[in-house]
């Protein structure tokens, strides 16, 4: 066993998600640079490439992000020319958002990004590896949802 | 399969992560808050429970945050009573950390603060489920240490 390994093997679980998340981040803001982007608005940018016409605290919500946050990131990618806010003819309220061209052409570097840190984490697991630790991060994330909320903090509570 | 573990089910590794390590964060905040610590200080604080006399920039390779982050999170601590900092007799630009009193009281509040959120994230995982679990977050934790040094990031890149 490695250094770097045995190092790890120490490591409680809170430690490693962190780990692995930072690097994720770091990929992330390295790469959105050159766009004048950052990792605050990867995510916001990332689920408006999959679904236009998002109400913006469905955003917060989907993501389990808090609404300040999303703000942020949602006038940072407004003032970048990267997506419209229109408010929504229904409830005054609510601000649907949606992608410019110049958003639209950001799917394949946000991809990209995404597919190299995952080739990256994954790197060595079979595919059944691979898609037998999905199944414990999805239930993972889905604990964490439960646990937070039952607490009552909801998600802008770490803000 | 309920809405939120379909949500889950279409959700990347890296949206995943993100969200076990918001929970995680969110958790800590919110029972460090009347210590009048948060998130920030909590790896540093948990690392100096477990060994002390360490040299300031030792913190920051063991985690791989930068040097800003934990340089920002020691200030804090110091300030609050909770370490005290002391120049390393040989080598005068190192720093070495230890913990006060106040400081190794908190070492009982860090373990249940990180096994509150450990055993709600890992609920309903049967024993062999978590480890085989923690073996894939260490092999994913070590490929992600890789990736950015790789890069030639470091863990400075990302601040």
Chains 1, 2 share one sequence.
């Not at 809170?14 to 959105?32: T, V």
């Amino acid at each position: 066993m490695s250094d770097r390994r045995e190092q790890n093997f120490q490591k409680p679980p809170g430690a490693l998600i962190s780990i692995i998340n930072r690097a994720h981040f770091i990929i992330i803001n390295e790469r959105l640079k050159p766009c004048g982007l950052s990792a605050g608005q990867f995510l916001a940018l990332i689920c408006l490439v999959r679904k236009q016409n998002i109400i913006q605290d469905t955003l917060a919500r989907h993501f389990h992000i808090d609404k300040g946050t999303v703000a942020r990131a949602v006038q940072k990618l407004e003032d970048g020319g990267f997506i419209r806010r229109t408010p929504d003819p229904e409830n005054r309220r609510a601000v649907r958002l949606f992608l410019t061209d110049k958003g639209r052409e950001m799917a394949p570097v946000l991809h990209s990004i995404d597919l190299e840190w995952e080739k990256g984490a994954f790197s060595g697991f079979t595919n059944e590896e691979k898609e037998q630790c999905m199944v414990y991060l999805r239930r993972m994330a889905a604990n964490c949802i439960s646990l937070v909320q039952k607490n009552g903090y909801g998600v802008d509570a770490g803000e």
